[in-house]
């Protein structure tokens, strides 16, 4: 990632760098995943600390298409209920299915604490289902597929695996303006493969979350429930953010402690062992909020406060054995936000007022 970084560096130069740090949100019109690198003065990816909205140059046509279109703007915030659908489409023998049923559980619970939504799972197994399915809840806001991915690199085709079938989705028509894809390396880029993704945005979504590469089930889940818990933060009236970039960009930003303390059993159960009415974990996340951790070194400065909270419980020695550089992955950053999420609004003052004059009337 750090030659990425250099490459970039290299290829903006000095002038087009500081743009890149300077603008708030960037819209990138290509098949590779700058917000991948990290540039010479940062030790975190781009991804981390800027909002990224990519318009995939695959298929070229539809590229041409939509580069000088404005999207419309799409409002799922406080004063509109939120529907969140989620199409189960593991196989309830598969070996993964528990951590599927987890996150799902834990996102109910979620919308259950929350006014002004609601959350619908349906088990699909047939491509057919999928499409009834989407015909019976045309009012979803979110749509959240639960599959596995095949990637074909002969083909360069990247498909969503339903029962017993490879679906790329090239038939269906109108979907969620939102679509959350819980699935591996359903979207890889720099091959220009025509993905399931690109599918849905001609579909009708106008934002498709999906991943470069295969994932673990286990992280996956942490990540997008903390996505979700953050969309109802910001729904709430936390932070400045506003739009769905911004708030993914949050998100992964602030994932390195819960990828670096996955990489051990043992920190992972320390972090979440209360001890003097707190958790290590809950102390760092205090931390973090007051500034200790900056968005453009996350996972640097993410390993000293661990560090200087593990020293506090004595745990330093066996936490500088087993936290190096080699030995955890930032898969967070290895996910793509495809489309127009710079226009999907979390929190907006003046379309919530405007929903609700359309109700007193």
Known sequence: LKKLGALLSNTLQPYGI??????????????????????????????CFKPFSYRPLTPLTRAFQCEMTKCPQVYIGRGKLLKILVAECVDKSD?????CDSLIASLRKLVNDHE???????????????????CKHKDADILLVSAHGSYDVEKNKAALVIGKELCMMEDIIGVPPIVLLSACHVMPRGKGAVTVGDMFLRAGAFAVL????????RRNAILLLRFFTD?????????????????????????????????????????NTEKNGTFPVSE????????????????????????????????????????????????????QLIGSPENIFVRNPLMRNYLESLRHE
Not at 210 to 217: A, E, K, L, N, S
Not at 250 to 267: C, F, P, R, Y
């Open 116 to 134: 002004e939504a609601e959350i619908i799972v349906e088990e699909i197994n047939r491509t057919s289902d999928f499409k009834a399915m989407l």
């Open 231 to 271: 969309i109802f933060a910001v729904r709430d009236g936390w932070s400045h953010m506003r739009t769905l970039d911004q708030v993914w960009c949050h998100t992964v930003g602030s994932n390195a402690v819960h990828e670096i303390l996955s990489s051990s059993d043992k920190l992972n159960e320390w972090a």
């Open 210 to 217: 999906g991943t470069f590469i295969p994932v673990d089930v």
């Open 284 to 335: 760092f996340k205090k931390q973090a909020f007051d500034g200790k951790v900056r968005t453009t070194h996350t996972y640097e400065d993410t390993k000293k406060l661990l560090r200087k909270l593990a020293v506090i419980d004595g745990m330093e020695k066996y936490f500088d054995a087993v936290i190096r550089d080699d030995n955890y992955f930032p898969e967070s950053v290895f996910y």
């Open 18 to 47: 500081d743009i890149v740090k300077l603008v708030s949100q960037i819209t990138v019109f290509s098949d590779f995943p700058i917000g991948l690198a990290v540039l010479p003065e940062c030790s975190a990816p781009l991804c």
């Open 95 to 99: 070996k993964i299915r528990p951590f």
